[in-house]
């Protein structure tokens, strides 16, 4: 008897409630309303309430003076961001100072130097980037990145690495011939600066942002030579230490190494190393990591090298204005537009990674 007299009882709050609900209503608030967030994302307001009175209620019912359908940003139908005109070809070159030097500089003159030389190499790599249909497009090379290798100490720099795109060998060579550091180092001489073609792995699983998970390291290893027994090791890991890095989740970039032939689809363009941008906690981590990974595990390296490295905005599009300080990257980029290079964004959208 008391289940059924309760379930009598529910269905009568039911029935009552349905009939409220169905009544028209018109609903204000009987006392001011707050909240600790306010339209400009602060947990601070300045006043009692988020709320004047009811007349910020709008025809909908709602506060803020948000009108529905009015006032709405329109749909942009956004076009995909085209290639560069001398996309195709990747290649790294490595800068190593005390082995290019030809004055016998010691180790802190020769950074010491490079610091100097820090704003030209910039500016000279933006002059590279910087084009379109109207300015500039004789330009034959881009440079996509620019890092600085750091000592094991941290606390020097002893070289950079360099990624150029081209559509031809010869354009990166004589890039490189005019960049301002290696005039420094050998007046224009890179008969003894390796150069490679790089194979940059595309998987988007394998992509991870610089910094998120430590700081950013470099791996330069490069392969025994045939006789020593490696054979086809180098292709039998392939699969291994794709998965080895992807799973790892702290890659930046990463791919094979090639002799720098003329064409790409050479077919003595063979691998002869790798190349890995990843992140380490400390230098302890970015060596276990290496020294872990298949193809060293199986003894296919002749020789390791590791650093950590820093990154310079070679483009002029990734380094925010600072109004409290002394601002070169803004100077230098007012000078550019002044000298008529394209420095906005929607004039080299291929640059806008």
Known sequence: MRLASLLVVGATLMTQSTAFL?????????????????????????????FDDDDDLNMDGIPGGYRRGVGETPTIELSPVPMSKNSGNRFVAFVWDQAL?????????????????????VLFCRKRNLYNETFNNDSMVDILWS???????????????????????????????????????T???????????????????????????GTPCMMLALDKEAEQGVGTLRQELNE????????????????????????????????????????AKDRKNAIEFVEESPRAQ???????????????????????????????????KEAMEVWGYPVHDDQTPWLNW
């Open 298 to 332: 199986a003894g296919l390296y002749e020789n390791m090298r590791l650093h950590f490295y820093n990154s310079l905005d070679v483009t002029g599009k990734f380094v925010s204005d600072d109004p409290l300080s002394e601002n070169p990257c803004a100077d230098m």
């Open 22 to 50: 169905m009544q028209p209503t018109t609903i204000r608030p009987s006392r001011p309303l707050y909240s600790s967030f306010v339209g400009d994302g602060s947990d601070y307001s300045s006043k009692e309430s988020d």
């Open 147 to 185: 890092y600085p290798i750091l000592a094991s100490d941290l606390k020097r720099v002893i070289g950079h690495a360099m990624c150029l795109e081209s559509k031809k060998l010869e354009h990166v060579q004589e890039c490189l011939k005019e960049e301002p550091t290696i005039q420094s180092l």
């Open 240 to 279: 291994d230490t794709l998965e080895y890095l992807i799973k790892s989740e702290r890659v930046i970039a990463a791919g094979p190494l090639h002799l720098p032939t003329a064409f790409k689809d050479d077919p003595s363009s063979l691998p002869v190393g790798d190349l890995i941008l990843f992140n």
């Open 187 to 213: 007046g224009g001489d890179i008969s003894n600066i390796p150069l490679y073609r790089w194979w940059h792995i595309r998987d988007y699983t394998l992509r991870q942002d610089d910094g998120r998970f």
């Open 101 to 121: 030097d030809t004055e016998g500089r010691n180790v802190l003159d020769l950074h010491y130097d490079r610091i100097r030389h820090t704003e030209d190499h």
